[in-house]
């Protein structure tokens, strides 16, 4: 299991990054999400490791990194990955993000595919609006202050405890749905208790997430997938963010490869460690590493701007009707 002596350090543009790496073998980026660290990969990083130079590193913001008043954007996440990456000698990868990190991981493909061999979501953002009210909150003025009270001394441990004690006992039955990622909820509170991670994380969800939910789609860029190997993996009981938007994945791009595993939440890696690593493996196994060649990507932008109707248009279209519904909702 990974532990704290695991974890390394390098500074890049004056700003600490912490990480972990370990394994031989071609290289796995493995980004986490939303105010979580790289302690969310650790029951997979060990399996993984005998087979792959495994990198999980701490986003800006999160964890052991540094977190200071910077670039908090999805494009801002991908630049760090390609210089962390440049840094430790890692040319090209196969990147795994999950929930916010499946946003930064679609980030990077798209702005580095020379560097990208593939890529697999889990759970991800940048597929549909739908998001948990919980995450829409963090931009309601006087969450900052809010959040510093419910996170003192005393209460806090109170409030961890609770949700530590409920994720304990109800580990069967209809609660499990409810409750199974309430230890990662237990985690996140308690990271919270240092402002400069709630700084980061309030600036963070206002790139990404408005009232209405996602801001950040795929749907207008998902026709370049066809030139890289993409999966997409999905817990079936997601409170996050909807397993539903696992078939938006194969509206938008019908050669990816979509699993949704049963009793499962927002964290399938944890859920269920031995099949994510399986259909990691398997996806890597099985797939011929993409190989950026400009001109083709060239003659996808061009065809993609006048690309026929169908299932990617269905979609974008959609959203393009919600957007104006909203707007009128909005004005009336």
């Known amino acids: 299991m990974v532990g704290v002596e695991d974890v390394q350090y390098v500074t890049l543009h004056g700003k600490r990054r912490a990480y972990v790496k370990k394994g031989t073998g071609p290289a796995v980026l493995l980004l986490h999400g939303l105010a979580c660290d ?32 910077a670039d908090y954007t999805l494009g801002g996440y991908a630049n760090g990955m390609r ?44 597929l549909g609006r739908e998001v948990t009210p919980l995450i829409r909150l963090v931009q309601v003025p006087g969450w900052f202050r809010l959040v510093g009270m419910l996170t003192l001394p005393g209460v806090r441990h109170v409030e961890t405890l609770a949700l530590r004690t409920a994720a304990g006992y109800a580990t069967f039955g209809p609660l499990r749905k409810y409750t199974r990622d309430l230890d990662e909820a237990a985690a996140i509170v308690e990271s919270w208790r240092d402002r400069r991670t709630r700084f980061a994380i309030r600036h963070l969800v206002r790139a990404v997430i408005d009232w209405r939910g996602q801001i950040v789609t795929m749907s207008d860029r998902a026709y370049l997938s066809e030139a890289m190997p993409m999966a997409v993996l999905w817990g079936a009981e997601d409170l996050v963010i909807p397993a539903t938007h696992a078939d938006h994945a194969r509206a938008l791009a019908p050669d990816v490869r979509v699993d949704v595993l049963g009793d499962s939440g927002h964290f399938p890696h944890k859920d ?61």
């Open 272 to 332: 269920h460690p031995a099949e994510f690593v399986r259909l990691l493996d398997d996806f890597i196994s099985t797939t011929e590493p993409a190989a950026y060649n400009r001109a083709r990507f060239r003659r996808m932008l061009k065809a993609g701007a006048t690309a026929p109707l169908g299932p990617l248009a269905a979609v974008a279209a959609a959203e393009a009707r919600d957007e104006v519904r909203d707007e009128a909702i909005t004005s009336a």
């Open 83 to 126: 210089d962390l990456l440049t840094v430790l000698g890692i040319d090209k990868v196969t990147v795994v993000g999950h929930s916010f990190g499946g946003g930064v991981a679609m980030q990077f493909a798209y702005q580095f595919p020379e560097r990208t061999q593939r890529v697999m979501l889990v759970s991800t953002g940048g």
């Open 38 to 69: 790289h302690t969310t990969w650790a029951h997979v990083i060990d399996d993984l490791a005998e087979r792959y130079t495994v990198i999980a590193p701490d986003l800006l913001g999160h964890g052991r990194s540094d977190k200071p008043r």
